[in-house]
């Protein structure tokens, strides 16, 4: 359980006459790594861009470590943040960019030598302080970002799409290198992302936001398990997504009764992975497959809609037009207290 660090009360940003953020409540613990996790458009960046002080509330206040800082300048928010696109200097060596910021406010000599070595060493990047950003992979250059960040003693951090100019290997290593510098400083961490499977592998919580507004706050495990509306369940791999009325499954063409025994909900959703295919009451063709090594993917056309389904790959394969008959199973579905 984290104590209120960072508050963000019923904030409000707009961009113009177009309202971007909404009465947004969020708060957030020291030494929490917190992901802004939505599609484009969403608000998440907007958000961040306010924490920063990049952009002005139209209304709301934003508190940190009991400061109101909503009009607080950029510069004396003590908020650091790394850009998307790293905006290194390509003119200076790995050193000379990690002490820009601690050199415009004054400091220099072994103070300065101290705390630049010590931020290069923080990412593993001590052998390299001579070199410029040209001369650095994608990752090595995500690192130098982090450390100038870093050695100015941000009381928040903040990352906008930090992993998102890298390719799949780096980011699992930046992943892991993100974390381990979050852990080792304990300083208060946000970083957006459009990337689910990157917030569920490195946040402690995850806002999800969906048109200026929150859908669903959680752990990665809550997210992921118990989605609690019809946008996070398909955010987050539950592709067969159903509206519930009465007791009823609505489907294209007509409606479901279920069991006595089904939750009341809003509606109920269901991994591929969850749908039982090659047996059950519903019946089902083949419009689609795919191997993805362990598994085989099929899309199904049924009278309930498109089903997506996942089975094991040393299940036996089924050509394209085959029937397939399937259920879905009521153990398997995630309650949706919310479907619009």
Same mark, same amino acid.
């Given at each position: 359980?984290? =104590? ?14 177009? &309202? ?6 969020? +708060? ?19 958000? /961040? ?12 206040? &934003? ?9 607080? *300048? ?47 060493? +923080? ?18 250059? !995500? ?17 906008? #799409? ?21 852990? #080792?400083?304990?300083?208060?961490? &946000? ?17 999800? /936001? ?12 809550? &997210? ?58 519903? !019946? ?25 389904? #996942? ?13 397939? *008959?399937? =259920? ?8 949706? +207290?919310?479907?619009?």
């Amino acid at each position: 359980m984290y =104590d209120a660090y960072l508050r963000l009360e019923k904030l409000t940003l707009a961009y113009g006459n177009t &309202i971007a953020v909404k009465d947004l409540d969020l +708060s957030v613990g020291k030494g929490e790594l917190v992901a802004l996790l939505g599609p484009s458009g969403c608000g998440k960046t907007t958000t /961040m861009r306010s924490i920063a002080g990049l952009l002005t509330p139209a209304s709301g206040r &934003i508190n940190l470590d009991g400061v109101d800082i909503t009009h607080v *300048s950029a510069n004396k928010r003590a908020v650091g943040l790394v850009f998307q696109s790293y905006a290194l200097f390509p003119h200076l060596t790995v050193y000379e960019n990690v002490a820009f910021g601690l050199r415009l406010k004054g400091i220099g000599g072994k103070d300065l030598d101290a705390k630049v070595s010590a931020g290069i060493k +923080s990412v593993g990047l001590a052998k390299f302080a001579d070199r410029k950003p040209a001369e650095l992979s994608g990752g090595q250059q !995500q690192r130098v970002a982090l450390a100038r960040s870093m050695v100015m003693e941000p009381k928040v951090l903040l990352l906008d #799409e930090p992993l998102s100019n890298l390719d799949a290997r780096l980011r699992l290593e930046m992943r892991a290198e993100l974390q381990r510098v979050q852990r #080792e400083t304990g300083v208060t961490m &946000i970083f957006v992302t459009h990337d689910q499977v990157e917030a569920l592998a490195l946040a402690d919580r995850i806002v999800v /936001m969906l048109n200026g507004g929150v859908e669903q706050i959680g752990t990665p495990e809550e &997210i992921y398990n118990k989605p609690v509306s019809a946008f996070v369940a398909d955010f987050v791999g539950f592709e067969n997504v159903f509206k519930l009325e009465n007791g009823r499954l609505v489907t294209p063409n007509d409606a479901i009764e279920l069991p006595a025994s089904a939750p009341q909900a809003a509606g109920l959703a269901w991994r591929p992975s969850a749908v039982a295919l090659g047996s059950g009451p519903f !019946q089902g063709t083949v419009r689609g497959t795919s191997f993805a090594g362990g598994t085989r993917e099929y899309l199904l056309d049924t009278p309930l809609g498109p089903i997506k389904a #996942e089975v094991d790959a040393s299940w036996p394969p089924h050509e394209m037009g085959a029937a397939l *008959s399937f =259920d879905l199973p009521l153990a398997a579905a995630a309650t949706l +207290s919310r479907f619009g």
